[in-house]
Structure formats: structure tokens, C-alpha cells
């Protein structure tokens, strides 16, 4: 690490490299967090969380008990143990809760005094967050799956919203009026849209997944709108009909793009997570085995930013399987949840995870803290370590 240090001083190294480098030890070293505890407010499973992305310290849940939950992760008290407490929420009975179960939660992408919902009582909802009321309403015929704002879009303000019909509506929040829903149906899907994310790269490209096992691209400045439909067996002929031209073999329920958008992971029922390339739309083939999947709603699940090699996080039953993203390589199942998983959430800035449960809590993962007792030589030090973890240190080590 001095090597690093000085190479990196001396501008013999990327400074990059070193940060990389330090995220994907903290990354591989993640563990459940026995210093914190998230306050317990739901009395039903967690479906959705979300950490807004400029300071990164309050986040969102929504249960299906239909409420909505506020928390700050910063350990105001300087306590080494604390709980990270519910600022505010939006209870039973507040006057404009969703009558069932929440789905999704979004903070506004630029800043901290909005966010959005949607839930299974067919309404999508904007929310003023210092006053804990709501802004706009948007009303759908259909049951809300999912939802997503672009979080790079300057010139629009559009979110996707996927309902229980075969279509993806495009509300407009600038209009600040239901009347102005932008009316945009994309044709080609046959069943539900469990799933819809729009491209941190591009903000005219989004990705939905459908229960017609079809994922599709499109992009929403064209009339025609459709670009790809993600196939499976990259164009070549299946002795399996029911195969061709579908993204899975079951029900695709969970899209999430990679932090620079170049790529995009789907998982499926058929207990498959496949990575697809967003510019040609090819399945790259990466092989992560079998990724158990019994969710019969959206599945939320992330991905790491900023490390040498990056990781996926997905809901595995009652864990979290992490896996290399280009490798399919599992690293580890992070256990600690009693009942299955549905989402999780990853910050960035130190590199933690959130994960939320049918148990009604949420749990905190976090870099372990692991240096190795002075008797133990250096041999020996190295053998406890993750394969991957020596990988990433290894130029260090001969610089040093």
C-alpha cells in the first residue's frame, strides 16, 4: 500500500487506480453489520429501498403495508453502536398513504426535496419530502409494478412506469398535471411489465422486462420507439420454439445496467441472470449458474460502482449472492435475513449494502475491518485472503 502511495504521489500511478483498488477490498470484504441496526417501522415484508445520490445519507423503503419510511444512515450519536433512526414516514395513517403494498420508491435524481412511489393500488405518487405530502398524483387503469427516473436526463422529465397491461406509460413531471400523462405505448410486449429502467448513460434509452419473457430497448425521441428485443441465442436458431427471440425461459422480472451503461443484467424465473451488451443488445454468454429466482413480482437488485472489478448483488432466497460481473464468478452469500429477499441497494461512497426482507427489516452490510494478528507472517496472511482481494493488490505489493 506505501508503494501505491508514493508511486501515486510521485505521478507514477493512475490515482484511480489505488481508489479502484480500495473499493473492491471493501467490496470483498463486505459482512453484516453487528454496530447498526436500521429501526424496524414496517410491519410487513420490504420491497424497494433507494439512497438518494448527492449526499448519499437518507434512504427510502416501501413495504407492502403500503408504508414509506425515511431513514439517515449517518451515525449522528458518534457512537460505535447505533441505530440508524426513521426521520420521518409516511404512516397508516397519514392521509395520502398508498392503500396496498408500495413497489418502488425513487428519490429525484438532482436533490433531496423530492421523491416518488408507486404501488399496486394503481397510483404513482410525487412527494414533497420537507412537508411529507404529495405534489402529484398519477392515476393508471392498471396495477403499478415498477417505475424509474432517468438519472442523468437534462432535458426531460419523464418516468416509466410499468403497469399490469402490456404497456409502458411515460408520466411527465414538468406538466404537474395527471391530464398530461404522456400516453406513449410501446407495442410488443404481451404480458406485464414487471420492470423498467432507464440507462445511466443515454437519457432516451430504457430497458423493460416483461412477464412474455422478452427484454426490450427503446428509444423514446422515435415514433417507431422499439430498437432491440434481447434474444437469447444472439440470432441463431433453437431447437427450443419457445426460446427464440425471449431474453429468458421464464418470467423476466429484475433489469438493472451497469454504473457506466454499457452493459445490462437481466434475471429471470427460469433461475438465470444473464448480461447483455446495451449498444448491440448481444448476450455476452457469461455463465453465473443457476440463480434462484421464485419472486413473483419485480426483483430489485444492484450493482458496485468505482472497483477494479465490478460486483452484482442479487436477492437469492433468504441471501444475497455476489457475483463478478464479467467472470459470472460467485464470491459469497451474504446470510442474515430470515425470509426471502427483495431488494437491495448499494452506496457507493464507502461501499455498503442494504438489503430489505419479508421479515419486515433492514440490514446493513459493510466492510470488515479484518488485520491480521501480529504473530502471523505474511504467508500466512495471504492465504486467508479472497482470491480476488490478492488479485487487486498484487501491483502494489511489487511497487512497494
Known sequence: MLGFLSARQAGLEDPRRFRRAESTRRVLGLELNKDRDVERIHSSGVNTLDIEPVERRYMLSGGSDGVIVL?????????????????????????????????????????????????????????????????????????????????????????????????VQLCDLKSGSCSHILQVVFAGHKQEILAVSWSPRYDH????????????????????????????????????????????????????????????LTVGTDNRMRLWNSSSGENTLVNYGKVCNNS??????????????????????????????????????????YKSVDCCVFQSNFQE???????????????????????????KTKSRLNPAFEDAWSSSDEEG
Open 71 to 167: 431513514y439517515d444512515l449517518e451515525n449522528s450519536s458518534r457512537q460505535p453502536y447505533y441505530t440508524c433512526k426513521a426521520v420521518c414516514s409516511v404512516g397508516r395513517n397519514h392521509p395520502d398513504v398508498h392503500k396496498y403494498s408500495v413497489e418502488t420508491v425513487q428519490w429525484y435524481p438532482h436533490d433531496t426535496g423530492m421523491f416518488t412511489s408507486s404501488s399496486f393500488d394503481k397510483t404513482l405518487k410525487v412527494w414533497d419530502t420537507n412537508t411529507l405530502q404529495t405534489a402529484d398524483v398519477f392515476n393508471f387503469e392498471e396495477t403499478v409494478y415498477s417505475h424509474h427516473m432517468s438519472p442523468v436526463a437534462t432535458k426531460h422529465c419523464l418516468v416509466a412506469v410499468g403497469t399490469r397491461g402490456p404497456k
Open 205 to 264: 434509452i430504457l430497458a423493460t422486462a416483461s412477464a412474455d419473457s422478452r427484454v426490450k430497448l427503446w428509444d423514446v425521441r422515435r415514433a417507431s420507439g422499439c430498437l432491440i428485443t434481447l434474444d437469447q441465442n444472439n440470432g441463431e436458431k433453437s431447437q427450443a420454439a419457445e426460446s427464440a427471440n425471449t431474453a429468458h425461459n421464464g418470467k423476466v422480472n429484475g433489469l438493472c445496467f451497469t454504473s457506466d451503461g454499457l452493459h445490462l
Open 296 to 337: 413473483k413480482k419485480g426483483l430489485k437488485f444492484t450493482v458496485s460502482c468505482g472497483c477494479s472489478s465490478e460486483f452484482v448483488f442479487v436477492p437469492y432466497g433468504s441471501t444475497i449472492a455476489v457475483y463478478t460481473v464479467y467472470s459470472g464468478e460467485q464470491i459469497t452469500m451474504l446470510k442474515g435475513h
Open 353 to 379: 449494502l442494504y438489503s430489505g426482507s419479508r421479515d419486515c427489516n433492514i440490514l446493513a452490510w459493510v466492510p470488515s475491518l479484518y488485520e491480521p494478528l501480529p504473530e502471523e507472517d505474511e504467508t
